[in-house]
């Protein structure tokens, strides 16, 4: 019993902000999320990424094995994201491959692992989560475009959190107290922001073919997690940082794959990443409790 009550600790908060903005989008069609997307993009990602790299008790060594053994996850959502897409007779399988390989590691994997795990299980879904953004701003643009920018991750606040974040880890300097109370704050206010956004996006986020879109989201939330566990198997992990690369592994497709693919790609393009994104959205709603109790079971903290 107790652990049913440790995953509805878990889920019951992140589920009940996301409704939060599902309604506010429902009410308000013209609900403006711009201030939202400027902050956590600009001041609250990298508040984030500082915060529970720095403040958290995670090691070097710890972030550059999980940085790792999530590289090695996202070559497999790659493998099974072309086998799928080619199973699909799809016609441009490089622009949508995104959806597959950058899980939301950001809106949803952050709160739930520190939901799950507190200030430690934070430190390990933000190693993974800083590997996504790397992800999105070099691999992510390169697929929805067909070519490099790498002017994009040069003006990215995220991506230069992530250098001094690993810098101090390395040399092993404390932040001041001052920094580390900043972006707590920041931190916690970021959460309740973009899960709320991201019930707003499900609202104006179309699906415009479902099929496809199922096929996609069920490799997304189901084989997903299963490469998590082969990796957790191959290298023997355990603990708490073993469940945050389970959990991590079986996030829904992100947002920011929408936001790319609208700036880089086709419109039957990006109308095919929007269908993934919401069908998978939706569908971790289920499939996200059964993991995080698996987690919670096998890899207590």
């Given at each position: ?15 009940f ?36 790299i720095?403040?958290t ?12 053994y ?7 959502f ?13 016609k ?16 949803m ?9 507190g ?22 643009i ?43 704050l ?7 922001l ?10 104006k986020?179309?699906?415009f ?7 996609s ?5 189901i ?71 698996f987690?919670l ?5």
């Amino acid at each position: 019993m107790e652990i049913y009550l440790k995953l509805f600790e878990v889920v019951f908060p992140v589920f009940f902000i996301v409704g939060i903005g599902y309604y506010l989008g429902k009410k308000d069609k013209k609900f403006d999320t711009t201030f939202i997307t400027n902050f956590a993009a600009n001041v609250g990602t990298p508040a984030m990424v500082i915060y529970a790299i720095t403040s958290t008790g995670i090691s070097f060594e710890l972030f550059k094995n999980y940085f790792f053994y999530y590289l090695l996850a996202i070559l497999g959502f790659i493998l099974l994201g072309i086998a799928t897409l080619f199973i699909l007779n799809t016609k441009d399988i490089i622009r949508e491959l995104p959806p597959f390989i950058m899980p939301n590691t950001g809106n949803m994997g952050l709160p739930i692992c520190l939901f799950a795990y507190g200030s430690q299980g934070l430190g390990v879904a933000a190693v993974v989560s800083s590997l996504i953004v790397l992800f999105h701003f070099t691999v992510g643009i390169f697929l929805a475009d067909r070519k490099f920018n790498f002017s994009v991750l040069a003006k990215s606040p995220p991506f230069y959190a992530i250098l001094i974040s690993v810098l101090f880890l390395y040399f092993e300097i404390n932040m001041p107290k001052a920094i580390i109370n900043l972006t707590e704050l920041l931190t916690y206010a970021t959460i309740f922001l973009i899960l709320m956004s991201l019930g707003i996006a499900l609202t104006k986020l179309k699906v415009f073919s479902f099929k496809k879109a199922l096929y996609s989201s069920l490799v997304r939330v189901i084989l997903g997690p299963l490469i998590g566990y082969v990796i957790i198997l191959y290298f023997d992990l355990s603990g708490f940082a073993a469940g945050v690369l389970l959990i991590q592994a079986a996030m829904p497709s992100a947002v920011l794959n929408y936001l790319i693919a609208s700036m880089y790609s086709p419109k039957a393009i990006v109308d095919s990443v929007a269908s993934t994104i919401v069908v998978s959205t939706i569908m971790s709603f289920i499939t996200i409790p059964v993991i995080v109790f698996f987690a919670l079971k096998y890899f207590p903290l």
